[in-house]
Structure formats: C-alpha cells, structure tokens
C-alpha cells in the first residue's frame, strides 16, 4: 500500500542554528542581520551565508517588538508638488540612510485626515521618529500629544504657534526682507507681495520681513499691492495678470515662493514682458530649478537638502537622548542675485501688450 501522508515537515531555521553554522553567538548573528558596524566584515559575511544556507528569514517584526521601535523614520511631507519638498526629503533620506535607519515617506497633500492617519500608522508600527512638515491648521496638541507618548518628533519648516517641540527652519522674515531690500536698493518702491493668505506663520514671517524693509525705507505699503494667490505656479500667473492691470503699477514684486515666482515668469512671457527689464522679480527657497529659469531667477536660498539633513541629525539626537533639552534650529538664508531682479524703470510703468 502506498504512503500518501505529506513528508515530515521541517522545523524552520532558527538564529541559534545559524550562530552554530557560523561559529559565531547569537548575539552577533542578531547584530549581523541589524546591519550594525559593529561586526567586521569577514564575520558578517560568514553570518549571512550560513543564514541563506539554512533558509533563516529574519523577523523583523518580532525584533522590532522585543527593542520597542523599528528602523524606520516616518516622514511626513505636505507639498510634493513642490520641489523645495522633494529637496528637503532627499536631505532626510541621505542622512537617515548614513545612520542605519529607513525613511518612510508620506504625502499628507495639506489634508488633516491625511496627515493624523499616517501619524496614528507610524505609531502603531513602533516607527522609531517622525519628521513633519505639518500641514495647514495643525494644532498644537498633536505635538504634545507625540511627546507624551514617548514618540520622538522634529518639526520641519512651519514652526507651531505654541508648543514646545524640536524643530528645524530657516529665517521666514529675514530672507524677504533681504529680498526686498535689494529691490529697493535698485530704485523700487512699489513693490507687491504674492503669497497665500491663509499659510499661517510662514507666510506671516515672510510678508512681516516684506514690510519691515519697507519702512526701513519710509516706504508705506499699499493694501492692494497685496495679492492672495494659491502657492503654486498657477497663483503667480493670476496674481501677475493682476499686478498688471493695478494703477499705479508695481515695478517689482516679492514671490512667497520660488514656485510661485515661475508662474509669474511664465505669464510674463505670454504677455512679452521679461522679468528683469520690464518687471523685477524675487522667489524664496532656492531650489536647484531656479537658476535656470528664463531669466535666472533671483531668490532666497534656504538650502532645503541641508534642512532635511539637519531635521534627520535632530531626529537621531532626540532618538538617543529622549529627555535631552528641546532644540531650535533656524539657518539663515542668503539672498542669491540673478537676472530677474533689474532696476526700477526710469519711465512709466509697463502696461499690458
């Protein structure tokens, strides 16, 4: 009669059966399959060959359970559509790649839902940090409420209003305010500002340098020199049609952001004006595309790949010294001047063609 029961099955291979294969303890096998520097490089490929030989599949997931935390950083990105955003993630990237850890990334697309889903994810999976960029409207509480629960946190670009937290940015008011200052430096005094209303403390910051360089100049701001434009290249094609059909007109504007500072180099051109010689024109944040834009477009750098490393190093601190003093990190951004920034019209204003 023929035997149809299934063969004995195996018992899978355990770590203690690959530290015997490799000569090696079962503290060094684990330490191996952590990717630690600890353990030199003859003894760690001896360790993964004899764990392929056997078929050992490491369980992270259990070994992130026994250490509390995983490797992996959850960071949660509001604006991808941005690349100042995308700079800042290849920052963090790089940073947390160098110290062993994986970078999680989320695109919360300034939505609040979005954004405390992927919190709530992060936490439930022991992520070993965050980095956030919050969105719009972020409350306070959330950040107490991540420290509270033991859940190291660094908070990138948008500062909160009232909560105490790590947190990586740059000069908002200063660097427009260098902006603004070199346009008028050029002769320029009426100069708008094209930027989101409702962005919160980095817009504020940035529209406060705007004005203080004014009336450092005894120059008044104009009410309708403001113009709400979404943050986007199709908000600086709106807002410049309509800096365009103000009287007086604005010889110069100061852009929110370098993105928003393309949509008003586009529309320029479809109205065959060129910023620089008929309109002077500023962004903010630097990122690599403006220096090659049709003109080059003077803006303020903020250096967002050294932001993003710089949030990573603050993350990794926080991570190995969690009742460590709270860090505040603001770099000061430098004013970087290019072609589309010329001097003030010795003549009338241009008008629309």
Do not use: W
Not at 119 to 130: D, F, T, V, Y
Not at 173 to 191: N, Y
Not at 211 to 232: I, N, Q
Not at 272 to 300: C, K, S, W, Y
């Amino acid at each position: 009669m023929t035997d149809h029961s299934p063969p004995p099955r195996r018992s899978a291979a355990t770590i203690t059966d690959v530290a015997a294969a490799a000569g090696v303890s079962k503290s060094t096998v684990s330490l191996v399959l952590q990717n630690s520097p600890l353990i030199v490089a003859d003894t760690a490929r001896r360790v993964r060959e004899a764990a392929q030989a056997l078929g050992y599949v490491y369980n992270r997931q259990a070994a992130d359970l026994r250490r509390k935390r995983s490797d992996v950083v959850g960071v949660l990105i509001n604006d991808l559509a941005n690349p100042f955003f995308v700079e800042l993630l290849a920052g963090i990237q790089r940073a947390l790649d160098a110290a062993g850890l994986v970078s999680l990334m989320a695109h919360t697309d300034e939505r609040l839902d979005t954004q405390s889903r992927v919190i709530n994810s992060m936490r439930e999976h022991n992520a070993a940090g965050l980095i956030l960029c919050p969105v719009f409207g972020t409350p306070d509480d959330l950040f107490l409420s991540l420290r509270a629960a033991g859940m190291p946190v660094v908070v990138t670009i948008r500062p909160p209003l009232g909560a105490d937290v790590d947190f990586v940015g740059t000069d908002h008011e200063q660097g427009t305010r260098d902006a603004t200052d070199h346009l008028l430096s050029l002769g320029h005094r009426r100069i708008a500002f094209l930027g989101p209303v409702s962005a919160g403390p980095v817009y504020e910051r940035r529209r406060a340098g705007y004005e203080k360089a004014l009336r450092a100049h005894g120059v008044s701001a104009r009410p309708e020199f403001y113009l709400d434009v979404a943050p986007t290249r199709d908000g600086g094609r709106d807002g410049v049609r309509r800096v365009l059909a103000l009287s007086p007109q604005p010889t110069a504007i100061v852009c929110y952001n370098d993105v928003v500072a393309f949509g008003v180099l586009s529309e320029l051109g479809e109205h065959g004006l060129q910023a620089g010689r008929d309109l002077a024109l500023t962004g903010f944040d630097g990122i690599i595309a403006a220096a090659h834009g049709n003109p080059p477009l003077t803006t303020v750098e903020a250096r967002p790949a050294e932001l993003g490393a710089l949030a990573a190093t603050t993350l990794l601190e926080r991570i190995a010294h969690p009742e460590g003093p709270l860090q505040h990190h603001v770099t000061a951004p430098r004013l970087i001047v290019r072609q589309s920034s010329g001097p003030a019209p010795s003549a009338t204003a241009v008008t629309m063609r």
